[in-house]
């Protein structure tokens, strides 16, 4: 059997099937009420637990037995027409093999694009991503000139019952040139302070700025977090979607940086019952929810026209100043836009595949019903106060 061309989801459900089934297959006799147990934990009839049972007795434990014999989800030799063929190839060649280092979902989306075009049904996103997966290794590295050294980075979070119960910020320096509006001349890259919900990975609010970090950005960008957003994206030009989070965090996640142990960062949290969660030194993991969602935008930020990507082992002779375009309000709106019709859209692996919009409505109608609420200020002008920097000074005659 040719495991490859098993669809993603269906490998899944055999995976959780066999970790039920495997010790029952294990004993000579399966025991009744252990098998209606089974049964009700995979939400299978008790006629079909002992079906499965019985093939994985033949098979050895092999996963493979539990994957359908045929219709939805079975395997079966990858046939695809020659038009769908060359469409992916096309979309390979002009857009993956380059210095650009598309990601493979981008490749995805273009492809179904493609398709739509054309008339004709897109392949599975399975196949796509099987015949990027076929293409050299050498011609990958030469093209897009990829760092094999980069690692990602593991986090340890546990999961909170709530929206907004803990949420983690940090800043990084965006993966792009900037040019000033009136010239359009390059003027360096700008700083992002990022937070996220950590109960549905919801990208909680941010704050855009050529400034480097300080308890100014950290103060902006936690009025972001509070704010009512849909009218703060309508100035921007950003329509048709929602952005349903808003209110005062309960916990805040974040480094050691002098910004998160100023005076003006403490004493705000103080002011608003929000308590503070400082990461152990040398520990990233700790952070690793913010560390992956940083990751995940600059990824997409490296699609852009002058992106610096990564390192200079990736950006190579890729002229980043010479193709930058963007403006500090024209990249806000992109970020915008991408956090909100494609970010919060997508499946997310921390999530066993749920998109980040559908966890946080699922999290606000369950504090609803749990009689609970987020705590929303009253005056954001006030709360934007209360975080920004203190400057004492002696007054004399």
Not at 154 to 163: F, H, L, Q, S, V
């Given at each position: 059997m040719d495991m490859e061309n098993v669809p993603e989801r269906v490998w899944r459900k055999a995976e959780k099937r066999a970790d039920v089934l495997r010790p029952l297959a294990a004993l000579a006799e399966a025991p009744a009420d252990l098998v209606q147990v089974a049964a009700r934990e995979l939400s299978l009839s008790e006629r079909w637990t002992y079906i499965l049972i019985h093939r994985?007795?033949?098979?050895?434990?092999?996963?493979?037995?539990?994957?359908?014999?045929?219709?939805?989800?079975?395997?079966?030799?990858?046939?695809?027409?020659?038009?769908?063929?060359?469409?992916?190839?096309?979309?390979?060649?002009?857009e993956y093999l380059t210095r650009q280092k598309v990601r493979p979902s981008k490749i995805v989306k273009t492809v179904r694009a493609r398709c739509r075009k054309a008339g004709i049904t897109a392949p599975a996103e399975a196949t796509i991503r099987r015949r990027l997966r076929r293409v050299d290794r050498q011609a990958v590295s030469r093209s897009r000139e990829n760092d094999p050294r980069t690692q990602s980075?593991?986090?340890?979070?546990?999961?909170?019952?709530?929206?907004l119960d803990v949420v983690q910020i940090d800043h990084t320096r965006v993966d792009v040139i900037l040019v000033d509006p009136v010239e359009r001349r390059p003027i360096g890259r700008p700083w992002l302070t990022v937070a996220i919900d950590v109960?549905?990975?919801?990208?909680?609010?941010?704050?855009?700025?050529?400034?480097?970090?300080?308890?100014?950005?950290?103060?902006?960008?936690?009025t972001h977090i509070a704010a009512e957003k849909e009218s703060w994206m309508a100035v921007r030009g950003v329509t048709g979607v929602t952005w349903p989070i808003a209110g005062r965090p309960g916990k805040l996640g974040v480094d050691n940086a002098a910004e998160f142990h100023s005076e003006a960062f403490e004493r705000g949290c103080r002011q608003h019952d929000i308590d503070i969660e400082w990461r152990p030194q040398g520990q990233p993991r700790f952070g690793g929810t913010v560390e992956r969602l940083i990751g995940t935008l600059m990824q997409r930020i490296h699609n852009l026209p002058g992106t610096t990507f990564s390192n200079t082992a990736q950006r190579g002779n890729y002229d980043s100043d010479g193709r930058a375009c963007l403006t500090l309000e024209e990249l806000?709106?992109?970020?915008?836009?991408?956090?909100?019709?494609?970010?919060?859209?997508?499946?997310?692996?921390?999530?066993?595949?749920?998109?980040?919009?559908?966890?946080?409505?699922?999290?606000?109608?369950?504090?609803?019903?749990?009689?609970?609420?987020?705590?929303?200020?009253?005056?954001?002008?006030r709360y934007l106060i209360d975080f920004l920097p203190v400057l004492r000074r002696t007054l004399q005659r």
């Open positions: 994985l007795r033949e098979h050895g434990g092999e996963l493979t037995a539990l994957l359908p014999r045929q219709g939805r989800g079975a395997p079966r030799k990858a046939r695809i027409a020659a038009d769908l063929e060359a469409i992916i190839s096309e979309v390979i060649e002009a980075v593991c986090g340890e979070t546990p999961m909170p019952d709530y929206p109960m549905s990975r919801a990208i909680a609010g941010f704050h855009l700025s050529l400034d480097a970090p300080s308890a100014t950005s950290v103060g902006l960008c936690l806000e709106r992109w970020l915008t836009v991408a956090i909100c019709k494609d970010y919060h859209q997508s499946g997310h692996r921390g999530l066993d595949g749920a998109a980040p919009i559908a966890k946080l409505e699922e999290g606000l109608a369950a504090l609803q019903r749990a009689g609970g609420r987020i705590a929303v200020s009253r005056d954001p002008r």
